[in-house]
Structure formats: structure tokens, C-alpha cells
């Protein structure tokens, strides 16, 4: 993925041009010529209708442009990918959104604002990515995969209100799959112990965090993930089960919400997994302001393993 491309991979990918040649360590071992960077391509504009604000319209943009090589820009929203398959006809990974509903484009937090306001029919304005782009991301996304043994599964909700897979609780610091329903879609696709590492883009840190982000998610689902075969057995998951025994001693025990200091309605626990849990209706208003738990300001990025997972192209020891 663009935004967890390794170093070595990303510099390489900056340097890259037509006659390249990348080994399987990431490097760059033929480059005979330099030519100009590409330009973008053409513009042309896409009309979406949005019945109400709150309607989500699927288009999710590169937070990081920056780490992007020419001809991107970071005052440009550059589209990531699509959960929608309805505007896959008509909009691209990596095309550049360059107006919304007439208004110029400045930044991605800009497109994704102007986008959230607008109602009705929503004018888009796209500038096509250059196709040899495309392939050269495309090309260091599947070699990144391969060397970290992760494996990509994308595949369409078709509506589904409920996935039907369960995360281990007894490892806070991972995402792991203890259970998929005979029903579920993603029966036969994923297996128990399994570890999820993005949905949609989004970091899979805790087994809390990332069912938001499986409940959340609409359209297709681009998951990352390692197969159980691949993660250690014994010293990783042990330590990870530690840590998740000494955590849950530190659950809330009381009747009282931490953030609303009434009985306690519907607990549930913090997507940090720091063991802290207050009304449903309170975590989700103090989720949509900070990550950080109200209590003790854990964070599920500082709590989880997932990143070490990642960066071990081996098997964990």
C-alpha cells in the first residue's frame, strides 16, 4: 500500500523510470536512462448525487501525498481507493480530484470537507493519473506484499449488515480471527488466526478497533493480512496473551461512566484495548473527537503489535 511502502521501496519507486529494473530486494539494479516526469492527464468531470450530507459517497484519498513522486503534489487530493463499485466506470486510484461542485481544490482535507457539505448532485472535477504510474505502484504494492507475506483479499459486501467473524480478545495488541460464521462472506477466504492488518486503509491496531472498522465499512472490503501460518506460534502470540491477561486486569469494574458520571448503559470497552470501557453512546461521541481514551489517553496505534508484525518480512520470533 502507498502509505506503508518501506524506504528502500519508496526511494526506488521515487528513481524509477521506463527501462528500470527492480530485484527482489527492492532495488534498483538497472536504470540506463532518466527521462521527464510524467504530466498528468486530461480532465474530465463526474456528476454524483448525494440524497443527504450524512450519505457517504465512497471515495477515500492518500492522507500522505507527499510520499507520492512527481507528478503528485501535497496540496493534491489524490484518490486511494473506492468503496463504491458504481464509480469504478468513472473514477481511478491515484486520479487527482482538482475541483468539487465548481470550488478549486487545495488540499485533500479541503476535497474530502467540500465533499461532506455538499447535497444533491455533486460535480466532480478528476484529472487522470498516467497509466505507467498506475503499473509502477501496482508493481512495488505486489513485491512489498510478497517479501512481507501479506496477502490481499478484496471483496464485495453485497449489503451484508453483519460480516460474522469474531476477534481474538485474548490478544488486545492484534487483530485475530477467532472465529468466522458458516454464513459469513468471508467464510473459506479467511482462517482462524489470521491477522488483520488494514481494512480499507485504515490500520488494523486492536481487536476493538478494528470490528469498528469492519462494521463500519461499506461497499468493497480491501483487507491486509497475514496468514496464520506465517506468525509465530509461541513467543509472539504468548507475549501478546500476556499482555492481554495484564490489561484485563485493569478493566472498569464500576457502575458509573467515566464521561457522563451516570449508570453505566451498555459498557464498552475502549478500541485501545488499555482495559477502560464506558456507555456506548459516550465512547462513540469521545471516539469522533480523539483516539485517546478519556482516562488514561491510550491510543490503539501506541497499545498494538500490528506494526512489528508488518515490518518482519519473516516469520515473527
Known amino acids: ?16 523510470s521506463a527501462s528500470s529494473v527492480v530485484d527482489a530486494d527492492g532495488k534498483c539494479v ?17 456528476l454524483l448525487y448525494k440524497p443527504k450530507q450524512s450519505s457517504v459517497l465512497g471515495i477515500h484519498f492518500i492522507s500522505r501525498p507527499q510520499d507520492l513522486p512527481r507528478p503528485f503534489t501535497s496540496e493534491q487530493a489524490v484518490v486511494f481507493f473506492l468503496t463504491d463499485i458504481a464509480l469504478t466506470s468513472s473514477i481511478a486510484p491515484f486520479d487527482v480530484v482538482t475541483k468539487v461542485n465548481g470550488f478549486s481544490v ?32 501496482r508493481f512495488i504494492q505486489t513485491r512489498w506484499r510478497k517479501q512481507r507475506n501479506i496477502a490481499r483479499l478484496t471483496i464485495d459486501r453485497q449489503g451484508a449488515a453483519m460480516l460474522g467473524i469474531c476477534l481474538n480478545p485474548r490478544t488486545p495488541q492484534l487483530a485475530l480471527v477467532s472465529k468466522i460464521k458458516s454464513w459469513s462472506i468471508l467464510h473459506g477466504k479467511l482462517q482462524v488466526g489470521d491477522a488483520l492488518l488494514f481494512v480499507n486503509g485504515s490500520l488494523c491496531c486492536t481487536p476493538v478497533q478494528s470490528t469498528l472498522l469492519l462494521r463500519s465499512a461499506t461497499g468493497y472490503l480491501d483487507i491486509l493480512y497475514r496468514p496464520a501460518d506465517t506468525i509465530c506460534r509461541t513467543s509472539f502470540l504468548q507475549a501478546c496473551i500476556d499482555s492481554g491477561k495484564h490489561s484485563q486486569q485493569g478493566y472498569t469494574t464500576e457502575d458509573e461512566c467515566s464521561i457522563c458520571f451516570s449508570d453505566m448503559t451498555h459498557p464498552q470497552p475502549w478500541h485501545a484495548g488499555c482495559g477502560h470501557s464506558f456507555c456506548a453512546k459516550c465512547s462513540e461521541r469521545a471516539r469522533s473527537r480523539s483516539a485517546a481514551c478519556p482516562i488514561c489517553r491510550a491510543t490503539p496505534q501506541s497499545f498494538s503489535r500490528t506494526l512489528e508484525l508488518i515490518k518482519r518480512p519473516s516469520t515473527v520470533q
Not at 1 to 16: D, G, H, I, T, Y
Not at 111 to 136: D, H, K
Open 106 to 137: 487545495k488540499s485533500t482535507l479541503h476535497a474530502i470537507m467540500l465533499i461532506r457539505e455538499a447535497v444533491g448532485n455533486v460535480r466532480i472535477t478528476i484529472q487522470r493519473c498516467p497509466p505507467n504510474i498506475i503499473e509502477s505502484v
Open 1 to 16: 500500500m502507498p502509505l506503508s511502502l518501506p524506504p528502500v521501496l519508496l526511494q526506488c519507486f521515487k528513481r524509477r
Open 30 to 46: 538497472q536504470n540506463t536512462t532518466k527521462r521527464e516526469q510524467p504530466s498528468l492527464g486530461r480532465k474530465y468531470e463526474v
